[in-house]
């Protein structure tokens, strides 16, 4: 199984606080099956800058240890960018760091709380630039939680999304679980991962939420999330199916 969001390398951010507690997540990670994993430290949320030869060299130091440690698990290069106006200025300069620094999917994230106005007009200048955006865990923002419409839109227009496995279980309440299985349902997301940034309050839980992408909507869609976090670290083209909007019940009698 392929993690391709974690808070994983240590020091960067608000995942994991040393090279210990990092082991204890790899050994965490092994534990539910999981192979490799995208470690994708914070970029300009306004509390983190990790900038792309930071990432190569921790994951580097990470693998190192790994592997002396004899613990079977392999970390690739990936960062999670804070949409702002210079993005895609940084990501010509090659300050960005594309997933797996393969050069075709870059990590996108919104305020907890909106979608800045200018969200659009910079996923279509990424796509125009040759790389695709994937919205993470859109099913824990506000905005697009109250205006569903706003993420049919920008997956419509090419866009890529990914949502949390923690969403899935539940752990982030009920309203979030439903409108994660909306979005699944509506064709709104295409993978799967962790953001694991510790092992106790925000773990991996990969395994029991293929379980319940499995129970809700079979085990076709488990393997085409998982094909698509292979696909996504080869650098080729994801399977994705025409997005629907979601549809909110109406209150009866307002026809
Ligand atoms: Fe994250």
New binding site residues.
């Given amino acids: 199984m392929i993690d391709i ?1 974690c ?1 994983i390398l240590p020091n960067l951010d608000d995942g994991s606080k040393s090279m210990a507690e990092s082991i204890g997540m790899a050994k965490k990670a092994v534990q539910e099956g999981i192979t490799t994993i995208i470690a ?1 430290p ?1 970029h300009m949320n306004g509390s983190y800058e990790n900038t792309k030869q930071t990432i190569l060299d921790h994951v580097q130091a990470l693998n190192d240890t790994l592997l002396q440690e004899m613990i079977p698990l392999t970390i690739l290069p990936g960062q ?1 960018v804070r949409v702002y106006g210079e993005l895609l200025d940084d990501l010509e300069k090659g300050d960005i760091l594309t997933l797996n620094d393969g050069g075709s999917y870059v990590f996108v994230e919104f305020p907890s709380g909106s979608v800045p106005r200018f969200t659009e007009k910079l996923l279509y200048d990424i796509q125009m630039s040759g790389l695709t955006p994937i919205i ?1 865990h859109p099913e824990r923002n506000q905005t697009l939680m109250e205006n569903p419409d706003i993420l049919y839109q920008l997956v419509k227009k090419g866009a890529l999304t990914q949502v949390t496995a923690a969403s899935l279980t539940g752990h982030f309440g009920k309203k979030i679980r439903k409108f994660t299985l909306d979005c699944i349902a509506a064709n709104l997301t295409h993978f799967i991962a962790s ?1 694991a940034h510790n092992t106790h309050n925000r773990t991996f839980l990969m395994r029991d939420a293929y379980q319940a992408v499995r129970e809700e909507f079979g085990q076709d869609l488990v393997f085409l999330f998982r094909e698509n976090a292979q696909l996504l670290v080869e650098g080729k083209n994801v399977f994705k199916d025409i997005p629907n909007r979601i549809k909110r019940k109406k209150i009866l009698g307002l026809f």
């Fill in positions: 969001h808070h994708t914070h999670e993470v953001d």
